[in-house]
Nanobody
Framework: QVQVVESGGGLVQAGGSLRLSCAAS????????MGWYRQAPGKQRELVAR???????VYADSMKGRFTISRGNTKNRVYLQMNSLKPEDTAVYYC??????????WGQGTQVTVSS
């Protein structure tokens, strides 16, 4: 089992920045990818960004240039630096530790609210 815990959400004005943190613990030995997803009210959960154990990254188009995903010194930590935030970025942000497409461990989510 893998436990995933996010932190760093909050309320910020449009144009501001936030940094989210995520830590995975437990059976982390075969985690290949860690990622950030978000879900706004009434919408489906969507990819924000993900990073492989080798450091390759993928971003959703609307986040490119504003958000940066990075890994800590240990493979079980990942961060999401969010700049130039917009009201439409308001959502619950979830961290995922991915061993395979069929084996994904989710955190409980952290609320990000961007006021206009």
């Amino acid at each position: 089992q893998v436990q995933v815990v996010e932190s760093g959400g909050g309320l910020v004005q449009a144009g501001g920045s936030l940094r989210l943190s995520c830590a995975a613990s437990g059976s982390i030995f075969s985690i290949n990818v860690m990622g950030w997803y978000r879900q706004a009210p009434g919408k489906q959960r969507e990819l924000v960004a993900r990073i492989t154990s080798g450091g390759s990254t993928v971003y959703a188009d609307s986040m490119k240039g504003r958000f940066t995903i990075s890994r800590g010194n240990t493979k079980n930590r990942v961060y999401l630096q969010m700049n130039s935030l917009k009201p439409e970025d308001t959502a619950v942000y979830y961290c995922a530790a991915i061993k395979s497409p069929d084996l994904v461990y989710w955190g409980q989510g952290t609320q990000v609210t961007v006021s206009s």
